[in-house]
């Protein structure tokens, strides 16, 4: 029997329990983007929990990007010394964790917003060696490793969707063309960096000629031959398609692609209670569960959860945290 607190392992990272925290929007912060003291509380409280990795807070590239303002950054003077910080807290528990870098627009120094069909080759390699650099932060701040965010409608997950790329080139065209921005860089960095790749991927987006079970599939796939460590799925489209009689698609697809995949699967959704998510650990091939609003509702809500056998989090799913790009929970 799967239990939540099972000591496991996610590739090359050891984990307390099969919840992995992924952080959403920081707007704890002071002018100029130093961190408030809340937010080293807010990790302190996470990492003692019974957590078994943490993802961070979205790190956006650009201070011009559409999310910037709701997410932190690392060109601020006080990066490395509060992240250092941070990642102490975290390894003070024994918690691994990922720096999440997530970017909407990109500026290729020609264009602000540039798309897919438009960036040169030139830009692709800035785009990549910025991504780079990013990674190479983390590694000094002392994170264990990156999630390169690629799912929902972010800049990566546009590039690799077949209904925004109609490039003609190396870079557009089949699966594994769409994907080589990504996979060059996670090359890169696992050649260079002692660092886990994450990286976060939609199972499909609704859109005709978009994504689908099947090409996220391949996606997945592609990006487990460039190198990278674990897959997580997010969750926006379950809702399109569950009605509550048969089978819940996403978790026929999940364990299809658990099934296809050597690297460890996280999956994403409105997981609320503890009895749900042992069931859907020992009734589907999934290991490892992600959970994002619940933390903003209280912090440390697994600590409760191992101490009494049940539980279920205080999160109404109501959503405004993430709609209103608020890191703080509007009821609790």
């Known amino acids: 029997m799967k239990d939540i607190f099972d000591k496991c392992n ?6 307390n329990s099969r919840i992995i925290r992924t952080g959403t929007w920081e707007t704890e912060n002071e002018d100029g983007g130093f961190l408030k003291n809340s937010v080293y509380d807010k990790y302190e409280a996470i990492a003692g929990s019974g957590v078994g990795a943490i993802v961070s807070e979205i790190f956006a590239l650009d201070h011009k990007d559409r999310f910037y303002p709701y997410s932190t950054n690392q060109n601020y003077k006080g990066f490395i010394k509060e992240y250092k910080m941070i990642t102490d807290i975290a390894h003070k528990y024994d918690v691994p964790i990922l720096g999440q870098l997530a970017f909407f627009y990109y500026d290729d120094g020609e264009n602000q917003k540039v798309e897919a069909n438009d960036i040169s080759i030139k830009g692709i390699r800035k785009l990549q060696a910025e991504v780079f650099m990013a990674a190479k932060k983390f590694a ?45 860089i996670i090359k890169l960095i696992k050649k260079t960096m002692n660092l886990h790749v994450s990286c976060r991927i939609n199972p499909l987006d609704v859109r005709k000629d978009g994504i689908d079970y099947e090409e996220s599939k391949k996606i997945a796939k592609e990006l487990e031959k460039a190198g990278a460590d674990s897959i997580q799925l ?31 699967v996280i999956l ?27 933390f903003v509702a209280q912090a440390d809500f697994l600590k409760e959860w191992k101490e009494n056998g049940e539980g279920k989090t205080i999160c109404q799913s109501c959503n405004n945290c993430y709609s209103k790009k608020t890191s703080t929970c509007f009821k609790y």
């Not at 997010?234 to 690297?263: C, M, Q, W």
């Open 268 to 294: 994403g959704g409105s997981l609320r209670d503890m009895d749900t998510i042992n069931e859907v650990l020992n009734n589907t091939q999934v290991e490892f569960v992600s959970m994002s609003k619940p």
């Open 140 to 184: 000094y701040a002392g994170f264990d490793g990156i999630q390169i965010n690629m799912g929902n409608n972010f800049y990566l997950a546009r590039f690799m969707n077949p209904y925004f790329n109609q490039r003609t080139d190396q870079y557009g065209g089949n699966t594994e063309n769409r994907v080589r921005i990504s996979a060059e």
């Open 10 to 15: 996610l590739g090359n990272l050891n984990l």
């Open 234 to 264: 997010t969750a926006r489209t379950i809702s399109y398609l569950y009605d509550g009689r048969e089978k819940n698609p996403f978790l026929v697809y999940v364990d299809e692609l658990i099934d296809e995949l050597d690297i460890p």
